[in-house]
């Protein structure tokens, strides 16, 4: 179990940077796409919320056993729905190809996420949509039918020099 939670937290991470990714352009968006991006925040909004429960669910029954648990980044349906006005601002108040964007009128929430400012949201934690890497590795999940039992081995064979 603590192996796969070790996974989870590298998947976890990734899923943040391309979360970060997908907010950092959505100004740069296409209105279609905007509306896509913002199909998938609300989606993110619900796992996040979800990931953070699970994650002290696992504190509380398996312990601390040196796992270092991500700080889970909650994307609250507030953020997403400041986009989706910002968005629909935007889009009524701009050509789709105009190529500035005024800030003015945003909010300030929203403003903190766009620059990746920490600021807490409902008490739970820190929030920050900045990234320190864009996906500067590729994790693939591959899912198999077949089962496939690992004998345990001697840590000195295990190991392998790059």
């Known amino acids: 179990m603590c192996n796969t939670l070790k996974e989870s937290f590298q998947v976890y991470k990734k899923y ?28 993110a909004s619900h796992q996040s919320l979800e990931l953070y429960e699970f994650y002290q669910n696992c504190r509380r029954i398996i312990g601390n056993k040196n796992l270092e648990y991500p700080l889970v980044q909650i994307i609250t349906m507030d953020h997403v729905l400041a986009l989706e006005k910002c968005s629909s601002y935007i889009a009524t108040s701009k050509p789709e190809n105009s190529s500035t964007v ?42 198999s039918k077949v089962w496939v039992v690992f004998e345990d081995e001697d840590l000195d064979s295990s190991r392998v020099s790059l």
């Open 16 to 43: 943040c940077e391309g979360i970060a990714v997908l907010v950092n352009m959505f100004f740069d968006l296409t209105r279609p796409a905007r509306a896509l991006a913002c199909q998938i925040l609300k989606r």
């Open 102 to 143: 005024s800030t003015k009128n945003v909010p300030a929430k929203l403003q903190a996420a766009m620059t990746g400012k920490m600021y807490e949201v409902d008490g739970i934690s820190n929030v920050s949509l900045e990234s320190q890497t864009l996906f500067s590795c590729t994790l693939e999940t591959k899912i």
